[in-house]
């Protein structure tokens, strides 16, 4: 009879719960279309109603703080943005720029926050590895170099896709999207340094090559989920974590829609310096932006010859995706293009 009663009181215990994530899950929705259509009032009342239900997390505080500062609630503001910052990262830039938070600049917590941030920016950079890790290594199977789709019906047919099947995507055709990606296409022994290898897919300017490509994997086969280095002048996967982080890369961009039902994702990065040591501040502003054009594109087209959806993604928070992905301290990260059977 005991086990029955407990067994009751924690079936209602789930089901109350769950009735309380979807009510918030409301309220946040409702606040957040209130906010974008400058409801300010009704978007504070609404996300007030929903801590009250359960604690947000930090992008929720962070908008909350936004309705609030616009209603010129300055202490609630605050305190929103206060438990933003301690909830997870948010990114010191978007305070500074949202026109939304401009009467909190003048308040003498304003600066105090500011440091808040770099303090905690300053420690997640500190955790970040200098080097990437000798993990196990996954070699990939050889790419194919010819198919049944000619390059002129790939660029005419190829889209953005936001929503794929629920299905598995092969190690096979991670292998080729990574190869079309930043894979190797001419060997040159005892090259320069810069040149890691050789030549590869996408052009690069000066051949310095300066992005780092990342396998993020929900749902491949032979391949487990976790996060993979991608060893372009090798063709190997070195895994980096093999815990299933796919909730943190969604997290990051702001749980858009691609990462319900996608299989894996390719994150970008870049090591400026590459570029910079050469070119300077134009390495920066337009050739590592470049590569990163010239190497996406190819992913674009190589997808749609396998049948498979991918969109770039360029909206996410920095810190949280360097974190997820355990990138090295040098790195910043570019782009997220989720992968899913269409």
């Known amino acids: 009879m005991m086990n029955k009663v407990v067994y009751v009181f924690f079936l209602l215990s789930f089901l109350s719960n769950a009735v309380f994530a979807e009510e918030y899950d409301q309220l946040i929705a409702e606040a957040s279309s209130k906010l974008w259509d400058s409801d300010y009032q009704a978007a504070m009342e609404l996300y007030q109603q929903a801590f009250q239900i359960e604690d947000g997390d930090a992008f929720d505080y962070y908008y909350a703080a936004c309705a609030a500062a616009r209603c010129e609630n300055s202490n609630l503001a605050f305190d929103y943005l206060e438990k933003a910052v301690n909830s997870n990262l948010i990114e010191k830039q978007w305070l500074e720029e949202d026109e939304d938070l401009v009467i909190l600049q003048s308040d003498s917590r304003w600066n105090t926050l500011l440091e808040a941030i770099d303090a905690r920016t300053d ?63 001419y060997q040159i022994e005892n090259g320069p340094d810069f040149l890691r290898g050789g030549f590869r897919t996408a052009p690069s300017a000066g051949a310095l090559y300066p992005l780092e490509l990342y396998l993020v994997v929900r749902n491949v086969t032979d391949l487990d989920p976790g996060i993979y280095w991608y060893k372009s002048e090798t063709h190997e996967l070195v895994r980096i974590a093999s815990e299933n982080h796919w909730e943190e890369l969604s997290y990051s961009a702001f749980d858009q829609i691609h990462f319900e039902t996608a299989a894996a994702a390719i994150v970008w990065s870049a090591i400026f310096e590459r570029c910079t040591d050469k070119y300077g501040d134009r390495g920066r502003e337009r050739y590592v932006c470049m590569d990163l054009g010239h190497s996406a594109e190819n992913v674009y087209l190589q997808a749609y010859a396998l049948k498979i959806g991918t969109c770039a993604i360029g909206s996410f928070s920095d810190l949280i995706l360097r974190q997820a992905i355990q990138m090295t301290r040098i790195e910043e990260p570019l782009y997220i293009m989720p992968l899913g059977r269409i």
Do not use: F
């Not at 794929?164 to 894979?183: F, K, R």
């Open 123 to 185: 420690s997640i950079l500190a955790s970040l590895p200098e080097e990437h890790p000798e993990g196990p290594v996954v070699v990939l199977p050889q790419p194919r170099l010819s198919s049944d789709v000619s390059v002129e019906e790939a660029m005419q047919n190829r889209r953005s896709l936001r929503i794929y099947e629920d299905s598995p995507l092969t190690i096979a055709e991670v292998s080729q999207l990574l190869w079309s990606a930043y894979g190797l296409t």
